[in-house]
């Protein structure tokens, strides 16, 4: 593919070679990683420093510097979006951009995918160790690019451009650019595989790769990109986003250095990194109760049926627990000994990723009114054991979807950090948890009117339940904890690119709120149609519905579980031809089927793999609730009154958990409440509760039997003889809480 002429990445700055050393102070980057880390080791501030003398003395300037920073980064965003055809970017909004300092530590970043502040920081690192200051060469408009997972991202989709900016022949700082693409190739179809069990079924990776130089994007470079994804297109105008964003970004930060000098712009950068980790930690001082506080997330992975490779067909579940330490100091532990070894699945995640994981969430539940950059990552002590499914240090696993454990584990953050917050008063700031944002369908295939590839891969599931507080319901089908800018998108944009895959219907999920006093935000479900096309493969990519990741919260339920939902060889033809009624949705469950003939697949995993569509097949999805905080007993009947009538709750399952009976007037949704048997239902429902609780002793008696008999599913078994192979401290803590044997263990076959 030519290039044009007028391209976003051409510029009009001239650019001369520099020599080595190209850090500050005529120090090799190498230098000044290694005195930056060290400083900051040995005295627990960033650099090594003592004080914030410029925000201290000159606090305007400083808030000035900043400001126009963090303004040069979200105008670049906002303008770079519109370079990219596809939705996901423009639409959505799924891409950010960060500078960083020379050693590759964040400064400020834009909005947008905040979860890769630390990625880009750690590619950036990756280089310098590896020292491309004299090998690969870093000079004035070069450009870079990663997607290594193992070396700094958090899935192989997302892409990242980086470009150095130089002043006065010194690297004075580095900008990141990231979107998530809509293919990256890959052994299936779609952006978050499922069937990839290796690095070499992931797609095209880049891995801290030297993409051009003199701000133009070398011609090799992309004709390989765009020869290995399915959609080059997309791919080639995601770039130029990225590197058009990248280079305004730039520009700006050279007339800021131009306006207030190499010094003063230098000693900003590091106040403000240090500025955001006293920042985190005069926030846990002030919200959090010290103490430890202990969760645990699970991630089902039932692929006994479903995996196309030998060693991926069996369930499984993995173990991925949390334990925070909260110091009297402010200071902050996160501890995941006991973490799942890693698995022939995609859903390995490497550090970096499960480190943006814990900024994106400190940056919403701690920081979400400061300034926040590495220095809050550099706030935290961090145990991701090595060998563990959250850092498996083994660059030929496949990290295609490390959503699918990194998601999970902050659901145990946000509860503990939950729990600290109870302890303080902030009731207010207390979030249960949330659904995981598992995509809806993904796949592809050909649109005959335009005898096109059309690709699948709608960013709907940014649009989920978020859990309830303590003093308020949660948010209902807009919330996706890596984006907090959450945007289900048009239909229509998602059936510009979408074009053999129409939409029939887009409506709340009733049921899927987690239940409690205060109930969890609900979720949502949809309904496509194959149409026009040919050679059409899709599959679902949700967190399973065989099981949750996490519970509510002080008697309250989890979310609902999802399920898969799809029909083949229909009437949907002769419907439409005769104006007969199709499904819009499936509620209750077993709704869909009453307006459709054919072959009906329904299954409570809630993934499939790639399947053949033909047209008018049909493919329902759902998106996820929140959980819910409190006995739902406490729930006042006049917010379940106003649930029912909008809609989130059906009469049955509020009868049913919350014991309240009435009748709806369904064309007026009008839900009148039967008071006496109301009463009744409730009184029942305590009665039921007396009598079938245990104490702990008898419940403990009981567990702790079924452990030595082994009377454990497969799938926990697998979990638990693979958590005693990798950490013995955490086999050790198991033994001892429930009394067992020092030689006992998880047998496998």
Not at 374 to 396: C, H, K, L, M, R
């Amino acid at each position: 593919m030519s290039k044009p002429e007028d391209t976003p990445e051409t510029t009009d700055r001239a650019f001369e070679k520099v020599q080595p050393p190209i850090g500050w102070d005529n120090k090799t980057l190498r230098e000044m990683l290694e005195e930056t880390e060290q400083r900051t080791a040995e005295t627990g501030r960033y650099a090594g420093l003592d004080e914030l003398s410029m925000k201290e003395e000159n606090p305007f300037k400083y808030e000035q510097l900043f400001s126009q920073l963090r303004g040069a980064l979200v105008s670049a965003r906002e303008t770079a979006m519109h370079v990219s055809a596809s939705p996901i970017v423009r639409e959505i909004g799924e891409l950010c951009f960060q500078v960083y300092t020379p050693e590759g530590d964040c400064v400020g970043l834009s909005t947008g995918i905040i979860v890769h502040v630390h990625t880009g920081s750690l590619a950036i690192k990756y280089m310098i160790e590896e020292d491309y200051e004299h090998d690969r060469g870093i000079q004035p408009g070069d450009i870079f690019c990663n997607n290594d997972n193992d070396l700094g991202n958090v899935h192989t989709t997302d892409v990242h451009t980086l470009v150095p900016i130089f002043h006065d022949d010194e690297l004075i700082a580095w900008v990141d650019g990231v979107t998530h693409q809509v293919d990256i190739g890959g052994m299936t179809r779609g952006h978050d595989q499922l069937a990839s069990t290796t690095r070499y079924e992931d797609g095209l990776y880049a891995t801290c790769e030297k993409i051009g130089e003199e701000d133009e994007i070398y011609q090799d470079w992309r004709d390989r990109a765009q020869r290995s994804v399915r959609t080059p297109m997309y791919w080639d105008l995601d770039e130029k986003c990225r590197l058009a964003g990248c280079h305004m970004v730039r520009e700006a930060v050279m007339d800021m250095v131009d306006d207030v000098g190499t010094d003063t712009f230098k000693q900003f950068m590091r106040e403000a990194v240090e500025e955001g980790r006293q920042t985190l930690n005069s926030r846990v001082e002030e919200r959090l109760f010290p103490g430890t506080y202990r969760d645990a997330s699970f991630m089902p992975v039932p692929f006994e049926d479903e995996a196309w490779k030998p060693s991926a067909k069996q369930n499984m579940i993995n173990h991925l627990p949390v334990e925070v330490r909260i110091g009297e100091d402010g200071g902050i532990e996160f501890d995941m000994e006991g973490a799942s070894p890693p698995g022939p699945h995609p859903y390995n995640c490497a550090e970096g990723a499960m480190e943006g994981g814990l900024w994106v969430s400190l940056t919403q539940c701690l920081l979400h009114d400061g300034k926040v950059n590495d220095g809050s990552y550099i706030a935290v002590d961090t145990n991701y054991p090595e060998g563990s499914i959250v850092n498996p240090q083994d660059p030929s696993l496949s990290y295609h979807t490390s959503w699918g454990s990194l998601m999970p584990t902050y659901n145990a953050f946000w509860k503990n950090i939950s729990r600290g917050f109870f302890a303080r008063g902030f009731r207010e700031e207390i979030v249960t948890g949330y659904s995981e944002t598992g995509d809806p369908v993904q796949g592809g295939g050909k649109y005959e009117p335009m005898d096109d590839y059309f690709p699948v891969s709608p960013f709907e599931h940014s649009c989920q339940g978020l859990g309830a507080s303590a003093v308020r319901d949660g948010l209902d089908h807009g919330y996706a904890m890596w984006n907090p800018e959450s945007d289900m998108g048009d239909v229509e944009e998602w059936e510009l690119i979408e074009w053999g895959l129409p939409y029939l219907s887009r409506q709340v999920k009733p049921d899927t709120a987690g239940h409690g006093k205060y109930r969890g935000g609900s979720g949502w479900e949809g309904i496509r149609v194959v149409q026009d096309s040919s050679d059409v493969s899709l599959y679902k990519h949700v967190v399973p519905g065989v099981g949750f990741t996490t519970s509510g919260m002080s008697g309250g339920y989890p979310n609902a579980t999802n399920y898969s939902l799809r029909a083949h060889d229909t009437d949907l033809a002769e419907r439409f031809e005769q104006q007969k009624p199709y499904p819009t949705g499936d509620s209750p469950p077993g709704s869909f089927d009453e307006d459709i003939e054919g072959d009906i697949e329904r299954s409570t995993k809630g993934l499939y793999f790639p399947e053949e569509f033909e047209n008018y097949d049909l493919l329902h999805y759902q998106m996820g609730g929140g959980p819910g905080y409190g006995d739902p007993l406490d729930r006042p009947i006049e917010k379940l009154k106003e649930d029912i009538e909008e809609g989130f709750y059906t009469p049955e399952v509020v009868e049913r958990v919350y014991g309240v009976v009435g009748t709806l007037d369904e064309d007026n949704r009008e839900f009148t409440v039967d008071e006496a048997a109301t009463e009744q239902a409730r009184e029942q429902l305590r009665a039921e509760r007396r009598a079938e609780t245990v104490d702990f002793e008898e419940f403990y008696d009981a567990e702790r039997a079924r452990i030595r008999e082994g009377d454990v599913s497969e799938p926990a078994e697998w979990m638990y003889s693979g958590v005693f192979d990798i950490s013995e401290e955490w086999a050790d803590s198991f033994r001892a809480f429930w009394n067992l044997d020092d030689e006992f263990t998880f047998e496998q076959e």
